[in-house]
């Protein structure tokens, strides 16, 4: 919606046009494309302020925030000075978000879904003080993927990493260290490289040490030697591999299929002030990711995101993933899989409040939050999936885009273990790796 209506901004003036217009069918009809959800709606409860600083880390879950900004999706809804700013790392990110615009940092990003739960928390903020966030919709399913050094090209490594159990004892018998990147501690490429190890009977605290590194820097610090493995999001992977520096073992997609990876977070004081603003950013966010989940629009997405202001990467590191066709490395390549990144189909942007204790839970278990955590309670606060169903409401999003219940029920990973969400604990107790008692 928006509520510019005159002058310079190309506006038009209702009171202007009854005086000089006749045609009352005219009137309506202009009425109804300056304000599609209605005159009194849009005077009424239009954005309190137009402008939002969100923040993106290079990745290709954070295309719905810039196709929302270069198709018009923000404007369309009256926010038409929404800035998407790029960030150094999802540390940066934390700590705009801490600052908020006010003092120069940011009110909300596409960021990894734990943290708004762990900044909310304190829990990875300066001195451990919490700044309340919301997670109002999800960004993506699926699409990461976990990297491997062509130092271990000759080994039978996918989404079963167990044949490096020997291969890292034999590096580290020989004084060496053996380093996994991810992107930030306890985030979602943090979760998955664990969850892949530890299946593998890899202990990722004790067998080999975890390193942070920001998504736009991992195959460079490949390529000099720094990493024996990664995990990060699109187009990093295929540019790892398009280079020759390594080999993808197996997307995120082939461990926990249709799993949820970004979300857009936003500051709980923000949304709070502004919730008619937030509102419309949501129903931008939501017609970007519709526009995104189309394959038709899948080469125009790319080519718009790899520019320079935007990811600047190239269109061949970006578009074969983009429509599920993975070029794995070490001339294996697969057409046409279901492994591309769903924007909206199978309920992508809507933030299931079951997906998020699992991350709470995963958390517990890696020991960033206590045992005794209340996950439903932490979960409650900051998911706020009825923002979302007010959104999609006032986008007409169609009955069953919209889940009938907060939970997606038992997801099952691919070694066989299952998550209830309605039983943490027992998920917790099947886990023969982790750093807590249950």
Known sequence: MTTQKTGKSGGISRRAFLRSTAGTAALVGAMQTQFPFGAHVAEAQGPEVKKAILGYIALMDASPLVIAKEKGFFAKHGMPDVEVAKQASWGATRDNVVLGSANNGIDGAHILTPMPYLISAGRVTQNNVPTPMYVLARLNLDAQAISVSNEYKDLDVTANASALKAAFEKKKAAGKEVKIAMTFPGGTHDLWIRYW?????????????????????????????????????????????????????????????????????MRAEWVDKNPNATRALLMAVMEAQQWCDKMENKEEMSTIVGRRQWFNVPVADIVGRARGDINYGRGRVEKGTKQFMKFW??????????????????????????????????????????????????????ADDIPATTSRGKETFFDGKVFDPADPQGYLKSLSIKRIEV
């Open 345 to 398: 189909q199978d309920h992508a942007s809507y933030p299931f409040k079951s997906h998020d204790a699992w991350f709470v839970t995963e958390d517990i278990r890696w020991g960033k939050f206590e045992p005794n955590t209340d996950i439903n309670a932490l979960v409650n606060k900051v998911n706020r999936e009825d923002l979302w169903r007010t959104a999609a409401k006032s986008l007409s999003v169609a």
């Open 197 to 265: 190890i530890a299946a593998g009977g890899i202990d990722p605290d004790k067998d080999i040490s975890t390193i942070v590194v920001p998504p736009p820097q991992m195959v460079a610090n490949m390529k000099v030697g720094n990493m024996d493995a990664f995990c990060v999001g699109e187009p990093w992977n295929e540019q790892l591999v398009n280079q020759n520096i390594g080999y993808t073992a197996c997307t995120t997609g082939e461990i926990w299929f249709k799993h949820p990876e970004k979300a857009l977070g």
